[in-house]
């Protein structure tokens, strides 16, 4: 990797702001439409949901920061009650691998992405 690369974030390599915006789309597509875990977003205002995802996942790959929604335990605490669980975070994990592969993201790239988003595992999960 050269060192241009290496000083670019994740959000740069991936293709910024326009690939975020794609990979959202793509993703809720996906969320939506599995069983598993569409439930969860009936009462939801996924306009609103997809902007805050995609300001978070901005964010959270080292792009320009205006994520202003709720902490991830304070975020997903009622879907915890609801009874979110590993097999219900591991299909979303899936879902945002697939998008990315889809959009053509490097597997490096793509392999950053999901450890971030496993990190948040413990919060969204209110553990």
């Known amino acids: 990797m050269s060192t241009a690369a290496q000083q670019k974030s994740v959000y ?6 326009p690939a975020m915006a794609a990979a959202v789309e793509v993703f809720y597509r996906k969320v939506l439409s599995d069983d598993r875990i569409s439930h969860f977003f009936e009462d939801v205002d996924m306009e609103r949901q997809a902007s805050k995802q995609k300001a978070f996942l901005t964010m959270v ?7 202003s929604g709720k902490d991830m335990r304070a975020g997903h605490a009622h879907l915890v ?22 959009l053509g993201v490097a597997a490096p790239l793509v392999a950053q992405v999901l450890a971030i988003a496993g990190g948040a595992r413990a919060d969204v999960l209110n553990r």
């Open 12 to 17: 740069e390599q991936i293709g910024g702001e």
């Open 61 to 67: 790959t080292g792009g320009p920061s205006s994520y």
């Open 81 to 102: 009650k609801r009874g979110l669980g590993d097999v219900h975070f591991d299909a979303v994990v899936e879902h945002l691998r697939a998008t990315l592969e889809e």
